[in-house]
């Protein structure tokens, strides 16, 4: 039986509750990759999305930590991200396409885990993931307002059922989300692959985090707002 993975830490930044998720080796998507890997009983798990992605870094680091494996579908480039390059590092098998149409991506991705009976992770980890409200319950605060940058849309959804109550600001970083009753999005205002660093008191992925920090700090957020780090 593997470890049972850390509560969140909360740090205070400017009046800001933020959660540092980036400080838990593969971020945020770790927790749903765990509680998704402990619970089924395939060998090898399949995931197709960016190469910016924090999602593959979480995915490889939980397999090498479960003995399991790692299958990876990314937009082919010149260069493999960092992100890429570091889940090899984990043990993933990478597996570059082109066109890099995440469409594409998630295509091939399914065809190769029915042919090998794998398991094919869904999208962000799936629609909502218990582990990540429990994680955020498990810090007994209730925040009026919290802000996270929208991907797959999994984490403001989970964010949504811990904290009913709280004024929800996701700031879209790609594609369109699902549906989030009483959320606010905001649009990053750049492209996905388009970075941003704005000035901030900890690390921050340059194609999320960051896009919904610079929004954040646009704004006034209201006092005790947490902001939700998934990954530096």
């Known amino acids: 039986m593997s470890r049972p993975l850390p509560s969140p830490i909360l740090e205070t930044h400017n009046g800001i509750e933020v959660v540092r998720d980036d ?4 971020g945020t998507k770790t927790r749903i990759f765990r509680d998704l890997m402990e619970r089924s009983s395939a060998r090898e798990f399949v995931y197709a999305g960016p190469a910016f992605g924090a999602a593959q870094i979480a995915l490889a680091a939980v397999a090498y930590q479960l003995c399991r494996q790692a299958t990876l579908f990314v937009p082919w480039r010149s260069t493999k991200s960092r992100y890429t390059a570091e889940a090899e590092g ?5 597996i570059e396409v082109r066109p890099g149409y995440l ?5 091939r991705a399914k065809s190769y885990a029915a042919d090998r009976d794998a398991c094919l992770v869904p999208f962000g980890g799936g629609i909502e993931s218990r582990a990540i409200t429990d994680a955020a319950e498990a810090l007994s605060i209730e925040p009026p307002e919290v802000w996270c940058a929208g991907g797959s ?3 403001a959804l989970s964010l949504r059922a811990a904290w009913p109550k709280a004024r929800l600001n996701i700031v879209k970083v790609g594609k369109d989300l ?11 205002g750049v492209p996905f692959a388009q970075e941003t660093r704005p000035a901030a008191p900890l690390p921050l992925h340059p194609n999320y985090e960051a896009k919904a920090w610079k929004v954040m700090q646009s704004v006034t ?12």
């Open 221 to 232: 957020p209201a006092k005790g707002a947490l902001f939700w780090n998934v990954h530096g």
């Open 23 to 26: 400080l838990l080796p593969g």
């Open 103 to 107: 469409s594409v991506l998630q295509s």
């Open 178 to 188: 699902p549906a989030i009753e009483g959320a606010t999005v905001h649009d990053a």
């Open 153 to 155: 849309g999994t984490l």
């Open 90 to 94: 984990y043990g993933a098998k990478v």
